[in-house]
């Protein structure tokens, strides 16, 4: 990003280094094995982040923390428990011990309690931008002050964040695994508010040059300018064309629902559905933590290597994703997915690639007789687990589009969709994107033009 | 711990702030689950640090660090002054508060019995023997039980000269069956959904819930709702129990009356308010008989929005927000009450943690109660559907449009419950709702519920609140919609 060619000292913090983390674990390890633990498992989490927030045309709240955890599981006699702090003297290390020790007797002997994964191996992914993890206060400053005198210049109001940061997560265990990631995260969101319109444009990234603050500014400045004059609009089924922000919030919800232990606990809406038809056969999705546009470590919370998992394959909802125990009692091989022990939800596909389509925003629109073009949704919950519809609003810019173009804006619907519908309904799909929102983590996921898309109730705006 | 604060302020105003306040708090927590008939979660876990906030050259800066030594807070405290300063290169007028006294207390929390000392052993075993009574029911299909423990404590001192310590235990419990059958999950949960009652309270809390007690029926409901009819589609009368009309409090009163969100400062993210400030004093936000308060004293109850003084060091108050079903008043923190031109901050500025920036926050936000029993409530509705512990919530991002289902209906005709529905939802504008309130149950019947999950903030800070509530009835509203057309 050409903006930060900052002059101003840079972020003094950093992180530990690899062997500070090893040498922090190698102490706790040894802290288990005295106070009598069978296996002992540290985790590090290592948090410098920082972030600017503006509203009103000017920076309102500024932040900054480095904070470091670090986790312990115990097993004794069959049974397992946690304990976590972030005081990092060898006393409070080892009361850590001792209260997931304590714990962990607390309980009746966990049946088929695995042992801990011994050494693994990795595959290399580089997610550290060393020019994020150097942005500093000013600079976020600089390119909000920009965005901002762009509101002011277009008689718009912008409120939004600029946020930088490095993190790291260790993870080592007393059978010889050691497992290490560590990488930078930039994010610029921008709300112009041209009342009593709105608009909003995101980014989210590994690395800050992925972004430019100001053209995504400018496109919010935009369809701000373009949201004003809404009309309402009966409520009913519409052809919708989902941008990558709204279809990710939406599709988002399906996920958890790819988990063995989801559906071994009967809550999944793949319940009795895997291997048959479910959605369109244009629909083929996959976990894989290895892709380019992807972030996150290249391990789980057990430090078990992530796996490439095929979720979808034209339609059809084809693999679940284990961690170690959900593996073991389905006979299956774990992926990699699984959260930190001990836990109640098992595992999850956490860096979902939709195969997406070759369509465009500006495709979908002209192929369009009459449908609503959704910029962003929001406040999503399950109306029901099994059918798996969501209700939730559109916010920040809902257009109408009629005989190829867009004709005017819409006041804001409510929805009741439910998703298994909606990607039976799936016509056309941009190539997918990092796409980022507010209520799901970021996926890879493509702008989709789906009929039939049930709003129930307008709104006032 | 005093010595680190007043390291802070010192190193503060030495870097150029011409205000500050520093929070070092301590937090532990506790948090035990089972499922199915075994201990899931089991885990503890404690964090202290220091957060500090400083004004200079007109702009806040916001620093934290667990480096409690005096370098590890000087740098912090350099650190958040440095972060002011780099604010006020995007700034558009000088940041200024209403005045407040300076204050010098310490202060605990009621509290009779401190769960972190009780045997974990009989923790757990609650919750098993809880679990255990659901899995009896046949058709159960997955069993969850939960308890969670937190202390905080914070030591909160100001530049104006403010020593403040407050110790607060808070205390939550809860349970839920859940049942698969054909194309269709059903839950119940008790005593409310999303982890349970909490309240800021010792382990009192989770023996007067009487877990054991409830766990048959729960799992019995969860079953009989697969053969309930489907909630109907129609405008109608609808009765609430008080936890659903706790968290509709939340949605449609508790987050518009947040003066950050109203004049813009959460527009990016938790939205703005459709009480824009000509408002005040000029909307009839419910009937006559709707009073709502924001009171975060403790002898409004022991409530998860009870506190002697907030993160900015302001005493706490009770606020009229509705009264007699106008609308009187909003929360607010000592900037946003400069804005408005009002005296004072109502005292609502909160944080999550040591690492989080305090925001206005909501305290107890409370309807006040009316009379009568739910028997009496019932008895005088001819026709309605009364809903019960939420199953989901949604509201748009100026809190006029919402949408609620509950985990179970019961349909009322002729003055009794006359059988269960599935499936039930309401939803509606929030003025023309609460103005459709017709009764509220008395005293008797009012609990302080206690929402533990309230999210906002960037970054996001999960905060628990307090809601006050008695089972009431609305008139005309939309039921059903959530399943039209599906």
Redo the contacts between chains.
């Keep these: 990003m050409s903006a930060m060619k900052s002059k101003s000292a840079k972020s003094a913090a950093q992180l530990s280094t690899e062997s500070e983390l090893k040498k922090r674990i190698a102490a706790v390890l040894r802290f288990g094995k005295i106070a009598g633990a069978d296996e002992t498992e540290v985790q590090i989490d290592e948090t410098i982040d920082a972030l600017s927030r503006f509203a009103n045309n000017a920076i309102h709240q500024n932040v900054a923390e480095h904070g470091i955890n670090i986790s312990i599981r115990t097993v004794v006699d069959g049974r397992t428990a946690r304990a976590t702090t972030n005081r990092l003297d060898e006393d409070s290390l080892r009361a850590a011990v001792e209260s997931s020790l304590q714990l962990a007797h607390s309980q009746p002997k966990i049946r088929g309690l695995l042992p801990m994964p011994s050494k693994q191996r990795y595959r290399k992914v580089n997610r550290f931008s060393k020019e994020t993890a150097d942005v500093t206060p000013e600079d976020r400053a600089r390119a909000i002050r920009k965005s901002c005198d762009l509101a002011i210049r277009n008689g718009q109001v912008a409120a939004g964040i600029f946020s930088t940061g490095q993190s790291q997560l260790a993870l080592g265990n007393s059978r010889g695994l050691f497992a290490a990631h560590r990488q930078t995260h930039a994010e610029f969101s921008i709300t112009m508010q041209d009342e009593p319109a709105a608009s909003w444009a995101k980014a989210n990234s590994g690395s800050v040059k992925a972004f430019d603050p100001q053209k995504l500014a400018a496109r919010a400045s935009e369809k701000a300018r373009l949201a004003k004059d809404a009309q309402e609009l009966a409520p009913g089924k519409y052809t919708v064309i989902l941008e990558p922000a709204a279809a990710l919030d939406l599709v988002g919800f399906l996920f958890y629902d790819f988990a063995a232990t989801a559906l071994a606990d009967q809550r999944s809406c793949l319940t009795k559905r895997i291997g048959k038809p479910l959605f369109g056969k244009n629909i083929s999705i996959v976990d894989d933590a290895y892709h380019s546009l992807q972030l996150g470590a290249p391990f789980d919370g057990e430090g078990v290597p992530r796996q490439r998992v095929s979720l979808v394959e034209n339609g059809v909802p084809k693999n679940l994703v284990y961690s170690r125990a959900s593996a073991k009692k389905a006979g299956k091989k774990p992926t990699g997915h699984g959260f930190a022990l001990p836990n109640d939800y098992g595992e999850a596909p956490m860096n979902l690639v939709f195969s997406g389509g070759d369509s465009s925003l500006d495709k979908m629109i002209a192929s369009t007789d009459r449908g609503l073009l959704v910029t962003r949704v929001w406040y999503i919950r399950e109306v029901d687990p099994y059918e798996k519809i969501m209700t939730g609003m559109t916010r920040d810019g809902l257009f109408l589009v009629e005989n190829g173009r867009v004709t005017s804006a819409v006041r804001n619907f409510r929805f009741n969709q439910s998703l298994i519908e909606l990607l039976k309904n799936v016509e056309a799909m941009s190539p997918a994107i990092r796409a980022t929102a507010e209520e799901s983590f970021e996926m890879v996921v493509p702008a989709m033009k789906v009929h039939n898309f049930h709003f129930t109730e307008p709104t006032k705006f | 711990m005093w010595d680190l604060t007043t390291n802070a302020l010192d190193t503060a105003k030495l870097r150029g702030a011409t205000y500050a306040d520093a929070r070092l708090m301590h937090i532990r927590q506790r948090d035990l689950?089972t499922?199915?008939g075994?201990?899931?979660?089991?885990?503890?876990?404690?964090?202290?640090?220091i957060g500090i906030r400083a004004l200079a050259n007109g702009?806040?800066?916001?620093?934290?660090?667990?480096?409690l030594t005096r370098e590890g807070v000087a740098?912090c405290a350099a650190?958040?002054v440095?972060?002011?300063k780099?604010?006020a290169?995007?700034?558009?007028?000088d940041v200024r508060m209403v005045p407040e006294n300076s204050y010098i207390d310490s202060w605990q929390a009621p509290l009779q019995k401190d769960p972190f000392e009780i045997?974990?052993?009989s923790?757990?075993d609650l919750l098993?023997k809880a679990d255990a009574a659901m899995r009896a029911v046949k058709g159960i299909?997955?069993t969850?039980t939960g308890m969670q423990f937190r202390k905080i404590d914070c030591w909160y001192a100001s530049s104006i000269g403010s020593r403040i310590h407050q110790r607060k235990v808070i205390s939550g419990a809860g349970i839920g069956a859940?049942s698969?059958k054909g194309?269709?999950?059903q839950k119940r949960s008790y005593p409310n959904s999303f982890g349970g009652q909490f309240a800021l309270a010792g382990y009192e809390l989770i023996e007067s819930l009487e877990l054991l007690k409830h766990a048959p029926r729960v799992a019995e409901e969860s079953v009989a709702l697969h053969s309930a009819l489907q909630c109907p589609e129609k405008t109608g009368t609808l009765l609430l129990d008080g936890s659903q009309l706790g968290l509709q409090i939340h949605e449609s009163v508790g987050h518009p009356i947040e003066l950050d969100r109203v004049?813009?400062?959460?527009?990016?993210?938790a939205?703005t308010s459709?009480l824009t400030l000509e408002k005040l004093n000029n909307l009839k936000y419910g009937s006559e008989i709707v009073n709502v308060v924001a009171d975060a004293r403790i002898a409004h109850g022991p409530g998860l929005g009870s506190f002697a003084y907030d993160d900015e060091g302001v005493p706490a108050q009770c606020t009229d927000i509705i009264k007699d079903g106008q609308f009187r008043g909003y929360l607010s923190n000592r900037e946003m009450a400069q804005l408005i031109g009002l005296n004072r901050s109502s005292g609502t500025m909160r944080t999550e943690s040591w690492?989080?920036?305090p925001?206005i926050r909501m305290t107890n936000i409370s309807l006040k109660p009316g009379s009568g029993s739910p028997d009496e409530l019932i008895a005088s509705t001819d026709d309605g559907i009364w809903m019960e512990t939420n199953?989901?919530?949604?509201?748009?991002?100026?809190r006029?449009?919402f949408?609620f289902?509950t985990e179970i209906g019961w349909e009322i005709k002729g003055g009794k419950k006359v059988r269960m529905l599935k499936?039930p939802?309401y939803?509606g504008?929030t003025t023309e709702f609460w103005n459709s309130c017709d009764t509220i149950c008395g005293e008797k019947y009012w609990t302080l519920w206690g929402t533990p999950n309230c999210g906002k903030g960037?970054?996001m800070q999960t905060m628990g609140t307090g809601h006050g509530a008695s089972p009431s009835r609305f008139r005309n509203v939309?039921i059903g919609?959530?399943?039209?057309?599906?």
């Design positions: 689950t499922k199915n075994a201990a899931g979660t089991l885990s503890q876990s404690e964090s202290i640090g702009a806040w800066g916001f620093a934290s660090t667990d480096k740098a650190q958040a440095s972060i002011a780099a604010s290169l995007a700034k558009r007028g045997p974990l052993e923790q757990l098993l299909t997955l969850e859940t698969f194309t269709e999950i004049l813009g400062q959460e527009a990016n993210f939205g459709f690492n989080r920036l925001i199953r989901s919530w949604s509201i748009d991002d100026r006029y449009q949408q289902s499936n939802s939803s504008i960037q970054p939309k919609t959530a399943f039209s057309g599906q």
